[in-house]
């Protein structure tokens, strides 16, 4: 992996729609492309990380500028990946939003989070951290550079025994391959004490569609006639698929007493 220091013109983006799944008002990638290479993720095809150096200072210029709200911290590249331990971009981040006194959001899949317990615990801050799979075969196929589900749900566990609102995300939900997973997932989020359990189905789009069809082939040729049929000439899988997922998601998730949804919390 080929590490590239930047100089950036701007980092904060301001999220337009309603962002009815994270809830947040703006968006900061602390580094540009991501070392965790998820298969399914378009970020898997980068093999540089863009480090952004001048990351306070033009941070702090842009929260001049806006209204309070809250960030979501890695909304498309992990602020906790491999290269956080050497650069301390996301650390820089939380630094300066407490200065700042915004509230955010920090999406990750790494246990390095508890690094930063000290900074989080006194922000207004949500954890979520991810998971696609506990079965450790479909984990080395699809995301195999990220720490294991274990790792990462005893981050959870850790994250909640300090006080902080913290989460588990299902993202994505790979057909006919996790959503068998559902039913695990829900109690396993339970049991690390979880306050909510997001999901999102996968979506394929551009090269990412044709990279994920050749993982298909290579590793579930079985399921390669029941892909195309579900992602037919879109990005998405079809709408019956989708109602289907959400609905058995919805009652997994009440059965254990788990939103699915962020709850309110400020």
């Known amino acids: 992996m080929d590490y590239r220091v930047i100089n950036c013109n701007s980092i904060l983006k301001i999220i337009t729609h309603t962002d009815s799944l994270f809830e947040g008002n703006y968006s900061v990638d602390p580094y540009q492309n991501c070392e965790f290479g998820c298969q399914y993720c378009d970020s898997s095809f980068e093999k540089t990380i863009y480090i952004k150096k001048n990351i306070r200072d033009v941070l702090k210029k842009e929260l001049d500028t806006i209204q309070n709200g809250r960030i979501i911290i890695g909304s498309v590249h992990d602020p906790y990946q491999n290269c956080e331990k050497r650069f301390h971009l996301t650390k820089t981040v939380l ?50 550079d990220v720490p294991s589900p274990d790792d990462r749900l005893q981050t959870i566990k850790k994250l909640r025994a300090q006080g902080i609102k913290a989460g588990l995300a299902m993202i994505p939900v790979l057909p006919y391959i ?23 189905h996968l979506e394929l789009k551009g090269d990412q569609h044709t990279h994920f069809r050749n993982l298909i082939k290579m590793h579930y040729p ?30 997994q998730c009440k059965e254990v007493h788990i939103p699915g949804k962020i709850p309110s919390v400020r």
């Open 95 to 144: 630094e300066t939003l407490k200065e700042y006194n915004f509230s955010c959001h920090i999406l990750t899949k790494s246990p390095l989070i508890l690094r930063d317990i000290p900074l989080i615990s006194d922000l207004e801050c949500l954890a979520t951290i991810s998971i696609s799979s506990l079965n450790d075969h479909v984990v080395r196929i699809f995301e195999p």
């Open 178 to 200: 996790t959503d068998s997973e559902l039913g695990q997932i829900v109690q396993a989020a339970h049991n690390v004490d979880a306050q909510y359990l997001l999901h999102k």
């Open 222 to 251: 079985n399921l390669l006639a029941k892909y195309d049929a579900l992602y037919e000439s879109n990005f998405a899988p079809k709408e019956k698929y989708i109602n289907e997922l959400n609905a058995t998601f919805s009652k």
